[in-house]
């Protein structure tokens, strides 16, 4: 199994900016795909963005030029930069990684999940 740890989440105003920072602690290997996903409540849980070795991103449309996903090289650390920030970027943000590559197209479920860090947007 794979551990992924979130961190950066918090209260931030509409307009504004966070960083989300993701990391496997004792996880060798690389993981060839990584990104992030949100749930707000009362809604399915989907993609953000997604980045693989090499760097080829994609993003889900609602966050296309206001979010960029990044990644350490070929170390399992991935940043997420969340600028202009709406209130409907209110969820909890989960890390997740996947063995293989397919899902940057997709952007479907990956093989592993992180718990996950609230990002709330205030009007």
């Known amino acids: 199994q794979v551990q992924l740890v979130e961190s950066g989440g918090g209260l931030v105003q509409s307009g504004g900016s966070l960083r989300l920072s993701c990391t496997a602690p004792?996880?060798?290997?690389?993981?060839?795909?990584m990104g992030w996903y949100r749930q707000a409540p009362g809604r399915q849980r989907e993609p953000v963005a997604v980045?693989?070795?090499?760097?080829?991103?994609n993003y889900v449309d609602s966050v296309k030029d206001r979010f960029t996903i990044s990644r350490e090289g070929a170390r399992n650390t991935i940043w997420l930069q969340m600028n202009s920030l709406k209130p409907e970027d209110t969820a909890v943000y989960y890390c997740?990684?996947?063995?293989?590559?397919?899902?940057?197209?997709?952007?479907?479920?990956?093989?592993?999940w992180g718990k996950g860090t609230l990002v709330t947007v205030s009007s």
């Open positions: 980045i693989i070795l090499g760097g080829r991103t």
């Open positions: 997740a990684a996947d063995r293989g590559t397919l899902v940057l197209d997709t952007l479907g479920d990956m093989d592993y």
């Open positions: 004792g996880r060798d290997s690389v993981l060839p795909a």
